[in-house]
């Protein structure tokens, strides 16, 4: 089923929206939800949290993508578990690494808040990403949004694990200074 007719269901507040949202994007949502807790019973639960979420939210939410819409929730549902089970659980998944590599590039708390608010740092990093190449684009968003391993990454674009760090480091080094340019110190 097309997403504009799933969207349609939602807001005929149709149940079978759910299924059809669970059928056709489901294991996606699922490895999003994988790639940050690393843990099948909470993988699974932030899905059907996503979906009921979704229920709720259409109407009156209105979204142009319906997979983009979806995997937004699944991982804000994911990093707040994450970030709940954090001080028992060490390890596992890939957030830490992935926000860990990118530290040194993005200001912390405190510097955003002093120093530019949310809009502006969102308005800078849309900058950066937009000023990428497609495949540069690509593997950062796969890290630092999707959080994939680099393995997978590297396996995506038919290659070398290696090739993938070196292209994120150098990423990585481009956006501290693009951000120094607009201003957002570090």
Request: proline share 3%; aromatic share 8%; hydrophobic share 35%.
């Amino acid at each position: 089923m097309e997403d504009s007719g799933i969207i349609e269901l939602y807001l005929g507040r149709d149940e079978s929206a759910i299924a059809q949202t669970q059928q056709k994007y489901g294991k996606q949502c699922y490895k999003i939800a994988y790639n940050i807790l690393a843990s099948r019973e909470d993988c699974e639960e932030c899905v059907n949290d996503m979906l009921i979420k979704v229920w709720n939210r259409i109407p009156p939410d209105m979204p142009h993508n319906l997979f983009s819409y979806i995997a937004k929730m699944t991982r804000n549902l994911s990093l707040n578990r994450y970030s709940e089970k954090k001080a028992a659980k060490r390890g596992g998944g890939q957030t830490e690494a992935a926000l860990c590599e990118l530290e040194e590039c993005i200001p912390s708390g405190k510097s955003v808040e002093d120093e530019c608010d949310d809009n502006e740092l969102r308005d800078a990093l849309n900058g950066f990403l937009g000023s990428l190449c497609t495949e540069k684009r690509t593997v950062f968003m796969q890290r630092y949004w999707y959080l994939m391993p680099i393995s997978e990454i590297a396996q995506k674009h038919g290659c070398e694990s290696g090739r993938i760090k070196m292209m994120l480091s150098r990423i990585r080094k481009e956006l501290k200074l693009y951000l120094e340019k607009e201003g957002i110190t570090l």
